[in-house]
Structures are given as structure tokens and as C-alpha cells.
């Protein structure tokens, strides 16, 4: 049960991730700036990851794997705001201007977006502290993280990277700005702009309700394939771990040495599979096995001499071929059904948020409950990929079931006067007490040895009646053994046993399953036994709380940021140009995830919110800068294309460092990562995708909004005359 080797391994690949993702950034800045510029950009991480380190211990956050890949994740993003204020000072140093000069006016004039952007950022991400459940509690690390660095990057871009700027060496020479090699990166990427760019642009303009309408049918198509079943929901994607639990439940009441028995008999049958797993590898490759743990008597928060567990702790995963996943399932099939054991049940994920199937059926009928939790059971076994089938019902432990006769009630009789006289004579009554020393002694009467052996025994006691006469047992009552109940569980006073499964998510999807028990199977049960009621609970009700959270989170974060856009643009309707980057954001994480093989997730969802306040940063300055030629007195036309083109280089690159950062995360193979990989895949994507949006389809709503306000201006005018 050493964990710390596990946080080490993990660690060390998110630092490893880290330094690479470092690396990429800065070869990308390198190849479409001057390499001083690229420099002191790059210099904006560290001093932004410095800034979130201070503040960190201050809000309760630790350096540990969620809040280490936030920095991977803001590694990206961190640096857009200190691209777009640099390319600007870049822009105006390659125009000639002076170094102070250059300096001051670049980073005034894109001031005010770089501030609406950081905000939108952190606005989108400030909803994920509010997700409720075990996920809220896992992630919160994340929007804290990104919350904390984002507002030291902000300072450092409007403040430190200027001075860096204009004391450079490379910007005082004037109009020099490198070498051969950045002048023909310059030269290529302004004959981009200029040739194709500018051609695709006005052709879009020039059809832009046909653009938009293009737009809209991505989106549409996406809805489709969401619709479709091309793409799944599975709430935390499954992650194989490095060890093999199986929890063995034996009738109440089973001897130890039967327990060990079974117990063993499944140990041997996991050495076999796993030896044959081993056959098919390399010479070299280390046994797959480290350890075997076996404990009877305990599993699950429950203790007995029925239960057993077995833990198979197996070697790291990037040093074997055979997955976690494959050696359950080859255990699971080698065992088969085990006729001496309640349920056998298997666990071999890394993370679980409770049973991917559980329904609690409640019932005020005891028989008619089991009943149903039978035939549920079997409905369930019906469904491919459903396995660890089980329920909470378990038979007790044989006891005597006493019942009064009529007789009993002309003696003033009551079961609670049967039941105290046949535990006084077969437990024993206190007598008296004696101090003995520093102990207290209990004396107890009871009947001797040779007459409580046997249920004989208590028909031939005599049962004293309130009168104080004596009759036989047998004339007042009756006595049968039965099998009592090992656990009995109660919600709004009903009787409740829960029906529980696993799912292969290689086979089938447990939320798809799960609605069809909600919306067939369970009313279907519900009609045949009358006053059945049925919840689903487990991974379901987990995933209902964590999704209403995180829908509400996005709206209030839609909201945010729609309220900050207005502010820098003092219009109600252009925030919703820039805005409309959103939707399509969401149709590239959906397009990441068919892409890179994933199902979405609760993950994936918590990247999507996050997503929607950095894929309107890119629009946000490219509108403001139109804007600010409309206002020096070019047409709409003009302002939106002459913008594109100046803003194409810092859009360009925000884009490209934001994926390049993720690009480890996105191809790392380790297992310890797969369960954070899907957030990078929705906020990577999602943002490349948004890029050709920026620059192509918001130009277009640009150019439509004008359209609609001249056709008002047109309109009022008579109204005026």
C-alpha cells in the first residue's frame, strides 16, 4: 500500500510533460517572432508560475497531480496575453518606431482587450469551484491554479514585459529585428496573410450568410454525431490502475476455514491466469506480479468470518504488455461461477465515483422486494458488457422466529414477555453483581448446559404469565428457525436493497444503459409489483449532481463573460460576434475526442467550460481593432479585413502555443495520465478549431451585424424626416 511511489511516478511525468510542453512554446514563438521577442515572452511562464507558487499556500492548494497538470494546462495559455502585447510592440518596432515609444504606445493600444481577455478567461474557469460531488472536490485544484497564474501573467505582460522590451538590445538597433532566418519566417508568414489569407477572407465576406450558414451546419452535423451514438458520455472515464482487487462475500454465518478455502482457491486460479499472460512476453519483460495480499474477515467497511479479499499488486504499467483491465477479465472468466460465495466482485480502475449501475428498489413487502431485486438482476445479466452482478440482500445467520398462540392473549401474555423469559433462560439473567477487587462481577441464571442444546429444549420451558402461574411453552406459543437478515436497510421507511453492477466500457456505455433501466426496465418492474419505487444511485447520481453544477456553472459563466465584452465594445450586440466562437469551440473538443479515441467525460465537460473564456480571447482583439478603424472612418468591410490581417500572426500564435503546451499531455501513453487527458483534448482542440472560426467566420457575423443596423439606420430615417 505504498502510495508515495505512485505520487512520484506521477510527478515526475507531469513535470516531464511540463518541460517539453516549456519547450514547444518556446520553438513555436521562435518561429514566427524574433527570437529576442520569443525570449522575453517565454520569460512571462516562469514569472507567472512563481506568482501562482506564492499565492498558492495561502488558499489551501498543494502541489499535487491535479493542481501540477493545471500548470500544464495554463502553460499554453499563459502566454497569450504577453504574445499579443509583445507581437504589437514587435509590429510597431518593425514600423521604425523607438524603443519607448514602441514600448508604451504597443502596450496601450492592445491594453484594454489583453484585460477583457484575462477576465473572460478566468470567468469561464471560476464556475468549475462551484461543481458539487466527489469530481468538485477532486478539480477545484484546476480553476484556482489557472485563476492565480492568469492574474500574474496579466501583471507581467502590461508591466514587466514592456521594460524587457524596450530595454532590449536587438529593439534599440532600430529597425533590425534579427537575423536571415526570422526575416524569412517574417517574409512567409506576411505573404500568407497577404495572398491567401486575404483572398479566402474576402471571398467569406463577400458570401458570408453562405459562411454562416456553412458554420451553423458543422454545428448541426456535430449535434448529429452526438446524437448518433458516434461519440459517447461516460461520466469518469475508466483508468487502469497497478493492482487487481477481488472481494469475496460467503454466506453469513460460513466457517473461517471455508472463507480460506474459496479465498484460496481464487489465488491460485489468478497465479495461473497470470502466468499464462506471461508465456507471451519478452524474455526480459519482469514477472507481472509483485506481490499477493490476502486478508479474511474483512472488505468494504464490513467485518466477518464470511468475507475475504484478495489484492494482486502488479508492476508498473509502462513496464508490461498486458493491461489491468485484460488480466480481470481473463481471472473473471477462469473463475466462473463460484457456487459457495454470495458475490465475487472485481476492481482494477484507478478512480471510481461508485457503481456505473445501482438501483435502490424499495418496497413495504420484504418477499415481493427480493422478488424484484431478482428479477432486475436478471434483466441486467441480459445486457452485453454488464458483469459483477450483485445486490445488498443478504440471508442472515438461522435464528428462532417466536409467535404467540390465541391462548397467549387470556393470559395477558405479550411477545416482548416471551421473548425476555426465553433469552433469561437461554442467555441468562443478571442476578446480582459483585465488586470484586478493582472488577465488577456479573452473576446470570440460566438454565443448565444440558437443556439449552437443542430447539427441543425451549418447547419444554415453562413461561411464566402476569399472574404469576406457569404454563408450557408449547400452549402459548410456537417456534421455527429461520434465516434472519445480515443487514437491513431503510429509506422514507421502506425496506431498500440495492441491485449493483459493473460495466465494460469496451462493450457497452453504463449512461446508455442506465437510461434504459430508468425509462423501460424499472417501470416495466414498477407495473407488476404495485408501490415499487426505484432510484438510481451510485455513478448516476453522482453524475446527475456534478452535471446540474457544471450546466449551471456555464451559464453563469456564458453570462460573465457575454457582461465583461460588453464593457470594452459599449455595445449589447457585438459581445455576441465574439461570443459565437463558442459553439464552435465545443464542435473541436467533440472533434478532439473522436480523433485521440475518447469517449466524453465529466473531465471532458469541466475542459468545455473552461474552453468558452479562451476561445473568445482571439475575437475580442481582433474586433476591437476593427473597431478601432471604424472609428477612424473605414468602411466595416475594410476595418474587419485590415484587422484580420494585422491581428492574423498574434491570433496565429496564441492558438498555436495553447495546443503546443498540451501536445505532451495529448500524446502521453502512461496510465497514470489517461484520466486528465480528455480536459486537455477539449481545451487543445477546442481552440485550434476556434482559430479558423476567428478568423474566417466572426469577419462574417462582423459584417452581418452592420448589415442589420444599416437596414435600421435606413429604416428610421423616414421616420425622422
Known amino acids: 500500500r505504498d502510495r508515495s511511489k505512485i505520487l512520484r511516478s506521477r510527478i515526475e511525468l507531469l513535470t516531464r510533460n511540463m518541460l517539453i510542453g516549456l519547450l514547444l512554446v518556446g520553438g513555436m514563438l521562435g518561429l514566427f517572432l524574433n527570437l529576442r521577442l520569443a525570449f522575453w515572452v517565454m520569460l512571462g511562464i516562469p514569472i507567472s508560475f512563481a506568482f501562482g507558487l506564492l499565492l498558492l499556500p495561502r488558499i489551501d492548494v498543494s502541489i499535487n497531480m491535479i493542481s501540477l497538470f493545471a500548470f500544464i494546462m495554463v502553460l499554453g495559455i499563459v502566454v497569450d496575453d504577453a504574445i499579443i502585447v509583445g507581437e504589437n510592440v514587435f509590429r510597431r518596432y518593425e514600423d521604425c518606431q523607438s524603443p519607448l515609444q514602441g514600448a508604451v504606445e504597443g502596450t496601450l493600444e492592445v491594453g484594454r482587450p489583453v484585460v477583457f481577455a484575462v477576465l473572460t478567461t478566468i470567468v469561464a474557469f471560476w464556475p468549475l469551484l462551484l461543481a458539487g460531488g466527489v469530481m468538485g472536490k477532486f478539480m477545484r485544484n484546476i480553476p484556482i491554479v489557472v485563476i492565480v497564474v492568469l492574474l500574474g501573467s496579466l501583471v507581467e505582460s502590461l508591466f514587466i514585459l514592456p521594460s524587457h522590451l524596450m530595454h532590449s538590445r536587438r529593439a534599440m538597433a532600430g529597425c533590425d529585428t534579427g537575423g536571415m532566418r526570422e526575416k524569412r519566417a517574417s517574409r512567409w508568414l506576411k505573404r500568407l496573410i497577404n495572398g491567401p489569407y486575404l483572398r479566402l477572407v474576402n471571398f467569406c465576406l463577400h458570401w458570408r450568410y453562405a459562411t454562416i450558414a456553412a458554420g451553423l451546419a458543422v454545428i448541426l452535423l456535430t449535434a448529429g454525431i452526438w446524437q448518433g451514438g458516434w461519440i459517447k458520455f461516460t461520466f469518469m472515464p475508466k483508468v487502469e490502475g497497478n493492482s487487481i482487487r477481488a472481494y469475496i462475500t460467503m454466506p453469513v454465518g460460513t466457517p473461517v476455514d471455508q472463507t480460506i478455502h474459496v479465498v484460496n482457491r481464487l489465488e491460485r486460479d489468478a497465479r495461473a491466469v497470470v502466468k499464462e499472460l506471461e508465456s507471451g512476453q519478452s524474455a526480459i ?12 474477515g474483512r472488505h468494504s467497511g464490513s467485518t466477518g468470518s464470511h468475507l475475504g479479499t484478495i489484492r494482486i499488486q502488479l508492476v508498473d504499467g ?62 441486467i445479466s441480459r445486457i452485453p458488457g454488464v458483469f459483477d452482478i450483485e445486490d445488498s440482500f443478504r440471508q442472515g445467520k438461522q435464528e428462532m422466529q417466536l409467535k404467540l398462540k390465541p391462548a397467549a392473549a387470556n393470559l395477558g401474555l405479550t411477545l416482548d ?60 406459543a410456537e417456534v421455527q428457525m429461520e434465516s434472519g437478515y445480515a443487514k437491513i436497510e431503510r429509506a422514507q421507511r421502506l425496506r431498500v436493497v440495492k441491485v449493483m453492477a459493473d460495466v465494460d466500457e469496451g462493450l457497452a456505455n453504463a449512461n446508455e444503459i442506465r437510461q434504459n433501466l ?204
Open 318 to 379: 509502462e513496464q508490461r504488455d498486458v493491461s489491468t483491465f485484460d488480466i480481470t477479465r481473463a481471472w473473471r472468466q477462469r473463475i466462473g461461477t463460484v457456487p459457495e460465495a454470495d458475490a465475487v466482485t472485481f476492481r482494477s480502475s484507478l478512480h471510481r465515483a461508485g457503481n456505473p449501475i445501482e438501483v435502490h428498489l424499495a418496497l413495504d413487502d420484504n418477499a415481493q422486494l427480493v422478488q424484484a431485486a431478482k428479477e432486475l438482476k436478471d434483466v
Open 417 to 476: 414477555d416471551l421473548a425476555r423469559q426465553v433469552r433469561h433462560a437461554f442467555y441468562g439473567a443478571e442476578a446480582l453483581r459483585i465488586q470484586r477487587d478493582k472488577d465488577e462481577v456479573k452473576v446470570k441464571v440460566r438454565y443448565p448446559d444440558a437443556e439449552r442444546r437443542a430447539l427441543g429444549n425451549v418447547e419444554d420451558m415453562y413461561i411464566r404469565a402476569p399472574d404469576g402461574s406457569e404454563v408450557p411453552f408449547r400452549q402459548v
Open 518 to 721: 430508468e425509462k423501460r426496465e424499472l417501470p416495466r418492474l414498477a407495473n407488476r409489483f404495485p408501490g415499487l419505487r426505484f432510484t438510481i444511485e451510485g455513478e448516476g447520481k453522482e453524475q446527475r449532481e456534478s452535471l446540474a453544477d457544471v450546466k449551471n456553472g456555464f451559464v453563469l459563466a456564458l453570462f460573465g463573460i457575454y457582461a465583461l465584452l460588453a464593457v470594452p465594445f459599449r455595445s449589447f450586440s457585438q459581445p455576441l460576434i465574439v461570443m459565437a466562437a463558442i459553439p464552435f469551440g465545443i464542435v473541436g473538443a467533440i472533434a478532439g475526442h473522436l480523433i485521440m479515441g475518447f469517449n466524453l467525460s465529466i473531465i471532458s465537460i469541466f475542459g468545455i467550460v473552461g474552453l468558452s473564456g479562451v476561445v473568445v480571447n482571439d475575437s475580442l482583439v481582433l474586433i476591437h481593432r476593427a473597431n478601432h478603424f471604424r472609428r477612424e472612418g473605414a468602411s466595416a468591410h475594410d476595418a474587419v479585413i485590415r484587422a484580420g490581417c494585422m491581428r492574423f500572426r498574434a491570433i496565429l500564435l496564441t492558438s498555436l502555443t495553447t495546443f503546443a503546451g498540451l501536445t505532451p499531455m495529448l500524446l502521453e501513453k502512461s496510465l497514470q495520465a489517461q484520466f486528465l487527458i480528455p480536459m486537455a483534448v477539449s481545451l487543445g482542440f477546442g481552440v485550434l478549431f476556434a482559430t479558423v472560426i476567428t478568423l474566417l467566420l466572426i469577419p462574417c457575423g462582423y459584417m452581418i451585424l452592420e448589415d442589420f443596423q444599416g437596414l435600421g439606420r435606413r429604416r428610421a430615417v423616414p421616420a425622422e424626416t
Open 285 to 296: 519483460a519482469p514477472p507481472l506480479i509483485e506481490h499477493v495480499m490476502i486478508q479474511i
